[in-house]
């Protein structure tokens, strides 16, 4: 079987880090690269971490290679003004 690498942009927040478990977990999944503002804190070998604004995709152009990408970027109602 061959195996996947993924792509997981927000993986630090309460969507994005479950998420990041079950990719984790999947053996379907040699690695993840995961893009984030913040470092995840996570120490799977499965996981290579790229830190910086994930909206600013431009500096990661050359490592944005993957079979998958899943999108969990977002925020809280608590930070939003409505």
Known sequence: MNQKTAILLG????TGSLLLNRL????SYASIKLFSRKASGNTSPKIEEFIGDVLQLEQFKDDFTADEVFCCVGTTSSKTKD
Request: no cysteine; net charge negative.
């Open 24 to 27: 984790i977990a999947d053996d």
């Open 11 to 14: 993986g630090t927040g309460l």
